[in-house]
């Protein structure tokens, strides 16, 4: 059992910032810690990621916008999000993939709402 944790979500203007955090509730070898987002009526889609090694992957709308980085020792992720857009308002949710005695697993915070407003 992993608990996941996210806080930092709000109301923003747009072309404002905003940073949300995610935490794991203990220390894990985590696989992947990352972003999604999923707006009503859509499908849950990949925001940012980032490997253990510290590989990172983006969705193409938020290049040159989002960085997502880590904090090991706290088991964190971090989502710097600048410059948003009213097309980035959703539900954003942490995904955090761990390796528990050799099995892989896939855990997911409630959620934080992102509303960017024209």
């Known amino acids: 059992q992993v608990q996941v944790v996210e806080s930092g979500g709000g109301s923003v203007q747009a072309g404002g910032s905003l940073r949300l955090s995610c935490q794991a509730s203990?220390?894990?070898?985590?696989?992947?810690m990352g972003w999604y987002r999923q707006a009503p009526g859509k499908q849950r889609e990949l925001v940012a990621a980032?490997?253990?090694?510290?590989?990172?992957n983006y969705a193409d709308s938020v290049k040159g916008r989002f960085t997502i980085s880590r904090d090991n020792a706290e088991n964190t992720v971090s989502l710097q999000m600048n410059s948003l857009k009213p097309e980035d308002t959703s539900v954003y949710l942490c995904?955090?993939?761990?390796?528990?005695?050799?099995?892989?697993?896939?855990?997911w915070g409630q959620g934080t709402q992102v509303t960017v407003a024209s």
């Open positions: 995904r955090v993939d761990v390796l528990l005695n050799t099995n892989y697993r896939v855990f």
């Open positions: 980032i490997s253990g090694g510290g590989v990172t």
């Open positions: 203990r220390s894990i070898r985590f696989m992947l």
